[in-house]
């Protein structure tokens, strides 16, 4: 098709050569891709993604009618041991330069010199990445996310941390024209496991020092401090505090 073609690699003592495909108009090439003549192959190599079009690679390899986001990804999979009839214990990582995804919500990009993400032995391996978001409504964070992904031929099993800082909110009036002024922090730690069929989330979101004021509302809605939890299915609020025209309210339950 005009989006592949093919080169030959140099014929290498003890591995057989094979054409290999260039992708993606040459945003994913495969380089230096050695397999032995044994009669259970293993195969060594790279693949290199060169400003590779996110939204193009999910539609080439998912069946999800959904809309993927628009990004781009600039990197290297470095595979060092991979059977070809036993995938699951591949050994290798990916070296990740640039990674950048956008949708209507706003954008979100791999912090630069991030450490590789390691494949090994069915388990996918990662170590703290931070990433930078950027909202439509003008509010910057950071999310963090570290731990793995075990049984990757299988269930895909989830251990994964993910923490967000705490963050200005006051960008948060730009969701509402009703919204005249926000502020305080919001942040929050979350754990998933489970599988990536049926995953579960069990953590913390917090709301500091919060203050809403509302158009045409002359009660101001100050003293904000809510501490949710989530576990087992369920978002409860642990503790809610607000000051509402003088007076206290106080929040608990799910």
Known sequence: SSRRRHTRLRTVTGVQTCALPILFGGQVRIDDFRTTRQRH?????????????????LRATTTDDTDPPRGRLRGTLALDHLELDAPE??????????????NGAGRLALRPGSPPISIADGRLDLPELTLEAALRTGMRTQLRVRGGVSDLEGARKLSLQLDLPDTDVSALGALSPRIARASGTFGAHVAVGGTAASPTYDGRIRLQGGEIALRGVPALLSGVDLDVSIGDGEIRIARGVAVLGGGTLTLRGG
């Open 41 to 57: 192959k293993i195969a060594r190599g790279r693949v290199e993604l060169d400003d590779a079009d996110v939204g193009a690679l």
């Open 89 to 102: 214990r591949t050994r290798g990582e990916l070296a990740l330069e640039t990674v950048e995804l956008e």
